[in-house]
């Protein structure tokens, strides 16, 4: 079968398993079939060969998070999120990928008011302990209200999609405090830009992630203000419809999208500036989520923007290796989602960090359902700017601003 | 892949295992002719094993039917994937029962088809024993499983201020297993030794499924060097379950220098000029200029793009010696025209110039999407003239070759950069490749330095041995492997490996898409 | 005759037909080891290896060397270009006893082991014809490691005629110091020992490298004072871990040797610290070995001298 893949990208990879240890999954079950090289070679079996697609070939496919560590690994500069977007959507197409619920369910996210109700929903349910999140990789606790997004200038946008806005829009609101404090003025993007589509993607909707695209570039294609992107696989998803619709307009549009902290990290000096800042007494580990690190590669902004506001800011020492979450992967993949998590909780605990800052919310999901303190980065420095004057309680901060590990945690 | 790893006391020891050797041989007079599917073999090896241990499929068996080289002739049958000595047992036993050989598998990096099964064997899979057992510092060893990789055993031993001193391109993926069968060497093997020297024990299952420790932490073992005659044996010999690993103490001191030439034959002299000058550095590699080129973008090592050649020379130990060491390499540079004279300011720019050079095989795609490598070794002396000969027998046959090599033991990676798409370029590069071969040895040299022979180099053991040499290599495996069920029909010309050619007699005809 | 045996000079063909293919057969070198796993059967002919430095070649850092060679000649002429090989020197010691007895120097820590130094061997097999393993290069994984196979094995496999073997430059400076009263623990901060010795109170320390590395080691060491020469060794040495070696005391009385000095018995000892060799005045008991290891040296030695004819009487396993 032809899955529609570049023969060049294919061929691109020599097989030299550089990338190995940095697939989550490969860690995990030690396999070729779960590890970069062999789905390449497994392609370029279907591909070239006509090798049959069976089960295990499909679960080869699936089972990949596509956190992308093996690009920044790979010496060859092998496209694999590009291999592995094709394959799938080749997979989705002839019906051996993507059943017809998820794609139903995937359908959903591009109406707002729907996702934010049925959310709600969720939340009353969580509250009644009708359903197990812990088992389903759901947050120990979500909110029933949500404060309005309100606009506070027009200097730039602030990217809030679907599922994030529903569940943490606290985050969303700390963000734009932040960028507030640095002078400059936020548009949310709310009913304006529904959702970018990186779950379609993933889960080989090819179409349907053009048709999200179009709809995202229609409602902010209006004037050119820089699209800020607090969630690291949206900016991700962002970022890459240049090559998806592969048009100038596009590629445009990509290039007016930042990482929240990519961005920040250029006005600094304007926070800095703005208000004399008191560290927060806190150890922080950065996780690195993955399409920030080894898509966007603009993880190290994250260390930058955090470390004027809390007493110490830790790596961890995993080099980067994914945490499971993968966008709706935890879902999906629970068994191999848990294992991989145990790597990084592992070496979260082995840093002494008290709190963990991710740039993703799947990532911060997943993370806080084991227990884990997970605040956004951003939620750090709203932090540290508002308890400017008054004394910062060690006990207190990280877990009360609406943290999503809080509840779980048992505080 | 940091898998365990925080060291325990409990001192892991394999002589005081209780094993029962008798009755592992009483299983080899089952079995004298193959089944003809794998359907009782895989029941056995799932109630041995258990189901999660155990993949049988089609996808996997083809993605294990290879490794990193270009031979594709493997073909695996089901794949292994034990998590103690007593599971690799259970592998070997039903494979004696079923007739069927074993074939070790570590990462798979391997770039001469050491680990591509021949004959549906049983695929012993070591990627989950990767734990590290033990570490015995006042013996200056660890005991580690074979699965455990490379770059992790060295960054879980780094409190303790030691490493395992083999460092091969692969390390941050290849496994200690497979540096044992492989006996590897890496950039640092110049003033360090290869792996067998950083090995003091292993614990071995044998074909007939017996464990045995194969010497042991003290100076001087008794009766033959049978861990030294193991290391290098290409899984030809038995799966290592065990291994005791030298301690190496961090140096004091290091000192990464990167000269650069315009002239390969300059930088070529420096090596010669080093080595005649009595210094021993710890590595010293070269790249060439198409080499560099491919790196540079991936690694921004800093290496000039527009040099003929880059010198990687690394000096540690003591820090009076190294400043000596160092000065002298520097004026000896000078003394040969190198353009450029570097010393790494940090760790960080150190470890940016050693990412280019390891990451030189990988980085040939940016070039071509094939390669072909070979890994012959020189008389040092001799590092000028072969070179410019290589470039002479390549453009010959109108293909591309980068260079990238350990030039401090003569060690050349020539590798072919080729696009298989390409009518007719196969053959020029293997006659490229045979030319090269021939080149070396008539020099004085050797097939391989640190890649093995597995398959791919097979055919030119005849080259560099004669028969006599041929068969004491096949009565050292034999020993070892009487039944020849111990990876077989690698390193040795059909001729000289018992009866391997028996052991391939498995229903090799159905592929593995079969 | 092919190419390979072409090869071979007119020194080693001669010692293969000296050798010839039948009848026990064993090498007398310098005869400083005679008795180690046995003396030869009464019936077995005494043959010579071969003598001479057949190549030399300082930049390659390798020579070439003929087995009946003193290993003081073979230093004598690497000294001259300031080289030295990793073998003991023993009063009319010959390289090949060196390399089939397999027994490190007492420097071994700065010199590395005799089992590292073989790069290529040529040898005569059982049935007479030569036979060689390695390659003459500094490095070469190609095909199985016969040289790491004969190091040790005491003539039992194979009559060694000719050796490659790894040199090294000798280093810049090197004395013998005397520390009185030290614990071994003491050298760890070195960086230059090539041999610590200890006899339970003393201590000599080889130093060996560069002027500044051994002056910092010294100034290291605080009480140590200049020392000519190493201890006399006493003549029985024992093969233990490194950690036994530090504790050796009680190693002996855990193999039921009593180095009280009581009861008439010399208890000296002098123990090479971080290698675990132990010079003492009494015999080292028989080390166990286990059976699975016992039986692979048997199969060894049936298959590559299935008649049993070369240094008969003589038993690897049976060295101490």
Request: hydrophobic residues 40%.
């Given at each position: 079968?032809?899955?529609?893949?570049d023969?060049?990208?294919?061929?691109?990879?020599?097989?030299?398993?550089?990338?190995?240890?940095?697939?989550p999954?490969?860690?995990i079950?030690?396999?070729?079939?779960?590890?970069p090289?062999?789905r390449?070679?497994?392609?370029?079996?279907?591909?070239?060969?006509?090798?049959?697609?069976?089960?295990?070939?499909?679960?080869?496919?699936?089972?990949?998070?596509q956190c992308?560590?093996?690009?920044?690994?790979?010496?060859?500069?092998?496209?694999?999120?590009?291999?592995?977007?094709?394959?799938?959507?080749?997979?989705a197409?002839?019906?051996?990928?993507t059943?017809?619920?998820?794609?139903?369910a995937?359908?959903?996210?591009?109406?707002?008011?729907?996702?934010?109700?049925g959310s709600t929903?969720?939340?009353?349910?969580i509250?009644?302990?009708?359903?197990?999140t812990?088992r389903?990789?759901?947050?120990?606790?979500?909110?029933?209200?949500?404060?309005?997004?309100?606009?506070s200038?027009?200097?730039?946008?602030?990217?809030?999609?679907?599922?994030?806005?529903?569940?943490?829009?606290?985050?969303?609101?700390?963000?734009?405090?932040?960028?507030?404090?640095?002078g400059?003025?936020?548009?949310?993007?709310?009913?304006t830009a529904?959702?970018?589509?990186?779950?379609?993607?993933?889960?080989?909707?090819e179409?349907?992630t053009?048709?999200?695209a179009?709809?995202?570039?229609?409602?902010?294609s209006?004037?050119?203000?820089?699209?800020?992107?607090d969630?690291?696989?949206?900016?991700a998803?962002?970022?890459?419809?240049?090559?998806?619709l592969?048009?100038?307009?596009?590629r445009?549009?990509?290039?007016?999208?930042?990482?929240?902290?990519e961005?920040?990290?250029?006005?600094?000096?304007?926070?800095?500036?703005?208000?004399?800042?008191?560290?927060?007494?806190?150890t922080?580990?950065v996780?690195?989520?993955?399409?920030l690190r080894?898509?966007q590669?603009?993880?190290?902004a994250?260390?930058e923007?955090?470390?004027?506001?809390?007493?110490?800011?830790?790596?961890?020492?995993d080099?980067?290796?994914?945490?499971?979450?993968?966008?709706?992967?935890?879902?999906?993949?629970?068994k191999?989602a848990?294992?991989?998590?145990?790597?990084?909780?592992a070496?979260?605990?082995?840093?002494?960090?008290?709190?963990?800052?991710?740039?993703?919310?799947?990532?911060?999901?997943?993370?806080?359902?084991?227990?884990?303190?997970?605040?956004?980065?951003?939620?750090?420095v709203?932090?540290?700017?508002?308890?400017v004057?008054?004394?910062a309680?060690?006990?207190t901060?990280?877990?009360?601003?609406?943290?999503?590990?809080?509840?779980?945690?048992?505080? | 892949?940091?898998?365990?790893?925080?060291?325990?006391?409990?001192?892991?020891?394999p002589l005081?295992?209780?094993?029962?050797e008798?009755?592992?041989?009483?299983?080899?007079?089952?079995?004298?002719?193959?089944?003809?599917?794998?359907?009782?073999?895989?029941?056995?090896?799932?109630?041995?094993?258990?189901?999660?241990r155990?993949r049988?499929?089609?996808?996997?068996?083809?993605?294990?039917?290879?490794?990193?080289?270009?031979?594709?002739?493997?073909?695996?049958g089901?794949?292994?994937?034990?998590?103690?000595?007593?599971?690799?047992?259970?592998?070997?036993e039903?494979?004696?029962?079923?007739?069927?050989a074993?074939?070790?598998?570590?990462?798979?990096?391997?770039?001469?088809?050491?680990?591509?099964?021949?004959?549906?064997?049983?695929?012993?899979s070591?990627?989950?024993?990767?734990?590290?057992?033990?570490?015995?510092?006042?013996?200056?060893?660890?005991?580690?499983?074979?699965?455990?990789?490379?770059?992790?055993?060295?960054?879980?031993?780094?409190?303790?201020?030691v490493?395992f001193?083999?460092?091969?391109?692969?390390?941050?993926?290849?496994?200690?297993g497979?540096?044992v069968?492989?006996?590897?060497?890496g950039?640092?093997?110049?003033?360090?030794?290869?792996?067998?020297?950083?090995?003091?024990?292993i614990?071995?299952v044998l074909?007939?499924?017996?464990?045995?420790?194969?010497?042991?932490?003290?100076?001087?073992?008794?009766?033959?060097?049978?861990?030294?005659a193991?290391?290098?044996s290409?899984?030809?010999?038995?799966?290592?379950?065990?291994?005791?690993?030298?301690?190496t103490?961090?140096?004091?001191?290091?000192?990464?220098?990167?000269?650069?030439?315009?002239?390969?034959?300059?930088?070529?002299?420096t090596?010669?000029?080093?080595?005649a000058?009595?210094?021993?550095?710890?590595?010293?590699?070269?790249?060439?200029?198409?080499?560099?080129?491919?790196?540079?973008?991936?690694?921004?090592a800093?290496?000039?793009?527009?040099?003929?050649?880059v010198?990687?020379?690394?000096?540690?130990?003591?820090?009076?010696?190294v400043?000596?060491?160092?000065?002298k390499?520097?004026e000896?540079?000078?003394?040969?025209?190198a353009?450029?004279?570097?010393?790494?300011?940090?760790?960080?720019?150190r470890?940016?110039?050693?990412?280019?050079?390891?990451?030189?095989?990988?980085?040939?795609?940016?070039?071509?999407?094939?390669?072909?490598?070979?890994?012959?070794?020189?008389?040092?002396t001799k590092?000028?003239e072969?070179?410019e000969r290589?470039?002479?027998?390549?453009?010959?046959?109108?293909?591309?070759?980068?260079?990238v090599f350990?030039a401090?033991d003569?060690?050349?990676?020539?590798?072919l950069?080729?696009?298989s798409?390409v009518?007719?370029v196969?053959?020029?590069?293997?006659?490229?490749?045979?030319?090269?071969?021939?080149?070396?040895l008539?020099m004085?040299?050797?097939?391989?330095?640190e890649h093995?022979?597995?398959?791919?180099?097979?055919?030119?053991?005849?080259?560099m041995?004669?028969?006599v040499?041929?068969?004491?290599?096949?009565?050292?495996?034999?020993?070892?492997?009487?039944?020849?069920?111990?990876?077989?029909?690698?390193?040795?010309p059909?001729?000289?490996?018992?009866?391997?050619i028996?052991?391939l007699?498995?229903?090799?005809?159905?592929?593995?898409?079969g | 005759?092919?190419d390979?045996e072409?090869a071979?000079?007119?020194?080693l063909?001669?010692?293969a037909?000296?050798?010839g293919?039948?009848?026990?057969?064993?090498v007398?070198?310098?005869?400083?080891?005679?008795?180690?796993g046995?003396?030869?059967?009464?019936?077995?002919?005494?043959?010579?290896?071969?003598?001479g430095?057949v190549?030399?070649?300082?930049?390659?850092?390798?020579?070439?060397?003929?087995?009946?060679?003193?290993?003081?000649?073979?230093?004598?002429?690497?000294?001259?270009?300031?080289?030295?090989?990793?073998?003991?020197e023993?009063?009319?010691?010959?390289?090949?006893?060196?390399?089939?007895?397999?027994?490190?120097?007492?420097?071994?820590?700065?010199?590395?082991?005799?089992?590292e130094?073989?790069?290529?061997?040529?040898?005569?097999c059982a049935?007479?014809?030569?036979?060689s393993?390695?390659?003459?290069?500094?490095?070469?994984?190609?095909?199985?490691d016969?040289?790491?196979?004969?190091?040790?094995?005491?003539?039992?496999?194979?009559?060694?005629?000719?050796?490659?073997?790894?040199?090294?430059?000798?280093?810049?400076?090197?004395?013998?110091?005397?520390?009185?009263?030290?614990?071994?623990?003491?050298?760890?901060?070195?960086d230059?020992?090539?041999?610590?010795?200890?006899?339970?109170?003393d201590?000599?320390?080889?130093l060996?490298?560069?002027?500044?590395?051994?002056?910092?080691d010294?100034?290291?060491?605080?009480?140590?004072?200049?020392?000519?020469?190493?201890?006399?060794?006493?003549?029985?040495?024992?093969?233990?871990?490194?950690?036994?070696?530090?504790?050796?005391?009680?190693?002996?009385?855990s193999v039921?040797?009593?180095l009280?000095g009581?009861?008439?018995s010399?208890?000296?000892f002098?123990a090479?610290?971080?290698?675990?060799?132990v010079?003492?005045?009494?015999?080292?008991?028989?080390?166990?070995?286990a059976?699975?290891?016992?039986?692979?040296?048997?199969?060894?030695?049936q298959?590559?001298?299935?008649?049993?004819?070369?240094?008969?009487?003589?038993?690897?396993?049976?060295?101490?």
């Amino acid at each position: 079968m032809h899955l529609g893949l570049d023969t060049d990208e294919l061929n691109s990879c020599v097989a030299c398993g550089l990338c190995l240890p940095h697939c989550p999954t490969f860690v995990i079950t030690g396999s070729d079939t779960e590890s970069p090289r062999g789905r390449i070679a497994l392609m370029r079996a279907v591909q070239d060969d006509d090798a049959p697609i069976t089960d295990e070939l499909v679960r080869s496919i699936e089972t990949c998070v596509q956190c992308r560590g093996c690009e920044t690994a790979c010496p060859s500069a092998v496209p694999f999120g590009r291999l592995m977007e094709g394959t799938r959507a080749a997979l989705a197409d002839s019906g051996r990928i993507t059943p017809r619920w998820q794609r139903w369910a995937l359908s959903m996210l591009r109406r707002r008011r729907l996702v934010l109700a049925g959310s709600t929903l969720l939340a009353l349910a969580i509250r009644l302990r009708l359903v197990p999140t812990r088992r389903l990789g759901l947050p120990a606790r979500m909110p029933l209200r949500r404060p309005a997004l309100r606009t506070s200038g027009s200097d730039v946008w602030l990217f809030t999609g679907c599922v994030m806005d529903a569940w943490q829009r606290d985050v969303h609101l700390a963000v734009q405090r932040v960028l507030e404090a640095a002078g400059v003025g936020v548009e949310p993007t709310g009913a304006t830009a529904p959702c970018c589509g990186a779950l379609h993607i993933h889960a080989g909707l090819e179409a349907d992630t053009k048709d999200l695209a179009r709809q995202v570039m229609a409602g902010l294609s209006s004037d050119d203000r820089p699209i800020l992107v607090d969630a690291a696989g949206c900016g991700a998803m962002l970022k890459d419809y240049g090559h998806l619709l592969d048009s100038d307009e596009a590629r445009a549009f990509s290039a007016r999208v930042f990482d929240v902290h990519e961005w920040l990290a250029g006005h600094l000096d304007d926070l800095q500036a703005r208000q004399e800042v008191v560290p927060l007494p806190l150890t922080v580990a950065v996780q690195d989520p993955c399409h920030l690190r080894h898509v966007q590669r603009a993880h190290q902004a994250v260390t930058e923007v955090l470390r004027p506001f809390v007493a110490e800011v830790v790596n961890l020492d995993d080099d980067g290796l994914c945490c499971g979450a993968g966008g709706a992967y935890s879902m999906m993949e629970p068994k191999l989602a848990r294992a991989i998590r145990e790597r990084k909780t592992a070496s979260v605990a082995r840093s002494g960090a008290s709190v963990v800052a991710s740039a993703n919310p799947g990532c911060s999901l997943h993370l806080a359902a084991v227990g884990l303190d997970v605040l956004h980065p951003l939620e750090l420095v709203d932090q540290a700017l508002s308890s400017v004057g008054t004394q910062a309680n060690p006990n207190t901060v990280g877990v009360s601003a609406g943290g999503l590990g809080a509840a779980e945690a048992g505080t | 892949m940091v898998s365990v790893l925080t060291a325990t006391r409990r001192v892991f020891n394999p002589l005081r295992r209780n094993h029962n050797e008798a009755s592992a041989s009483a299983s080899n007079a089952v079995a004298d002719t193959a089944d003809s599917d794998d359907t009782a073999l895989v029941a056995d090896l799932i109630d041995a094993l258990g189901a999660d241990r155990v993949r049988a499929d089609s996808a996997a068996r083809y993605l294990a039917s290879h490794d990193a080289s270009i031979y594709r002739e493997g073909n695996a049958g089901p794949i292994c994937f034990p998590e103690s000595t007593e599971h690799v047992v259970a592998c070997v036993e039903a494979a004696v029962r079923h007739g069927r050989a074993i074939s070790p598998r570590g990462a798979g990096t391997g770039l001469a088809g050491g680990a591509a099964p021949l004959g549906r064997p049983v695929v012993v899979s070591t990627t989950r024993m990767n734990k590290l057992l033990s570490v015995d510092v006042e013996n200056g060893i660890a005991w580690v499983q074979p699965g455990i990789v490379n770059l992790d055993l060295s960054r879980a031993l780094a409190p303790h201020g030691v490493h395992f001193a083999p460092d091969p391109s692969s390390q941050s993926v290849c496994t200690i297993g497979g540096n044992v069968a492989n006996n590897s060497g890496g950039p640092h093997c110049l003033a360090y030794g290869v792996t067998s020297a950083h090995v003091l024990a292993i614990e071995a299952v044998l074909s007939d499924a017996s464990v045995v420790t194969l010497g042991d932490l003290t100076a001087e073992p008794a009766g033959y060097d049978l861990r030294g005659a193991f290391v290098g044996s290409e899984g030809m010999c038995g799966v290592a379950t065990a291994v005791a690993v030298r301690l190496t103490p961090n140096p004091p001191a290091v000192r990464t220098m990167m000269l650069a030439f315009q002239d390969v034959s300059h930088a070529a002299s420096t090596v010669s000029a080093i080595i005649a000058a009595g210094i021993v550095p710890a590595a010293i590699e070269m790249m060439d200029q198409r080499c560099v080129a491919a790196v540079e973008d991936f690694a921004q090592a800093g290496y000039p793009k527009d040099a003929a050649a880059v010198l990687l020379v690394e000096v540690d130990g003591p820090a009076g010696g190294v400043a000596i060491a160092g000065e002298k390499i520097a004026e000896i540079a000078e003394a040969n025209q190198a353009a450029t004279v570097r010393t790494a300011a940090d760790e960080d720019e150190r470890a940016r110039l050693w990412k280019g050079r390891k990451s030189a095989f990988g980085a040939v795609a940016n070039v071509m999407p094939d390669y072909y490598l070979h890994d012959t070794v020189v008389p040092r002396t001799k590092l000028v003239e072969v070179l410019e000969r290589i470039y002479e027998i390549v453009d010959r046959h109108d293909l591309i070759v980068l260079n990238v090599f350990h030039a401090g033991d003569g060690n050349l990676h020539p590798l072919l950069a080729y696009d298989s798409r390409v009518p007719g370029v196969r053959e020029r590069v293997h006659a490229a490749g045979r030319e090269i071969i021939e080149l070396s040895l008539d020099m004085g040299g050797a097939l391989t330095g640190e890649h093995g022979i597995g398959v791919e180099k097979r055919d030119y053991m005849n080259r560099m041995f004669s028969a006599v040499d041929l068969q004491q290599q096949g009565l050292l495996r034999s020993s070892f492997d009487p039944y020849c069920r111990m990876n077989p029909g690698k390193v040795l010309p059909s001729s000289h490996s018992c009866s391997d050619i028996s052991a391939l007699r498995a229903s090799d005809a159905a592929g593995v898409w079969g | 005759m092919t190419d390979h045996e072409a090869a071979y000079d007119a020194a080693l063909q001669e010692f293969a037909a000296e050798v010839g293919p039948d009848g026990p057969v064993c090498v007398r070198g310098g005869a400083t080891r005679w008795a180690l796993g046995g003396e030869p059967t009464s019936d077995t002919r005494e043959v010579n290896a071969p003598a001479g430095v057949v190549a030399f070649e300082p930049a390659e850092m390798t020579v070439r060397v003929r087995a009946g060679t003193t290993v003081s000649e073979l230093h004598q002429q690497l000294a001259g270009a300031g080289q030295r090989t990793a073998l003991p020197e023993r009063e009319g010691g010959t390289v090949g006893g060196a390399l089939m007895v397999g027994e490190s120097s007492i420097a071994r820590l700065g010199r590395g082991a005799v089992r590292e130094s073989l790069l290529q061997a040529c040898y005569v097999c059982a049935d007479g014809q030569i036979a060689s393993g390695g390659a003459a290069t500094v490095k070469n994984v190609s095909g199985f490691d016969l040289c790491r196979l004969l190091v040790g094995s005491l003539g039992t496999l194979g009559l060694l005629g000719e050796a490659l073997l790894r040199t090294f430059p000798i280093p810049e400076s090197e004395r013998w110091v005397q520390l009185r009263g030290a614990d071994p623990a003491a050298t760890k901060a070195c960086d230059t020992a090539a041999s610590v010795l200890w006899d339970g109170s003393d201590m000599w320390v080889l130093l060996s490298g560069y002027e500044p590395d051994v002056q910092e080691d010294m100034n290291r060491l605080r009480d140590c004072s200049d020392a000519s020469a190493p201890p006399e060794l006493p003549s029985h040495r024992w093969i233990c871990t490194p950690a036994e070696a530090v504790a050796f005391g009680d190693y002996a009385t855990s193999v039921g040797v009593d180095l009280s000095g009581r009861n008439g018995s010399s208890g000296r000892f002098v123990a090479e610290i971080g290698v675990g060799v132990v010079h003492a005045s009494v015999p080292q008991p028989q080390r166990i070995v286990a059976s699975g290891v016992v039986e692979l040296n048997r199969r060894f030695k049936q298959r590559f001298d299935p008649s049993g004819r070369l240094n008969p009487g003589r038993d690897p396993l049976k060295k101490t």
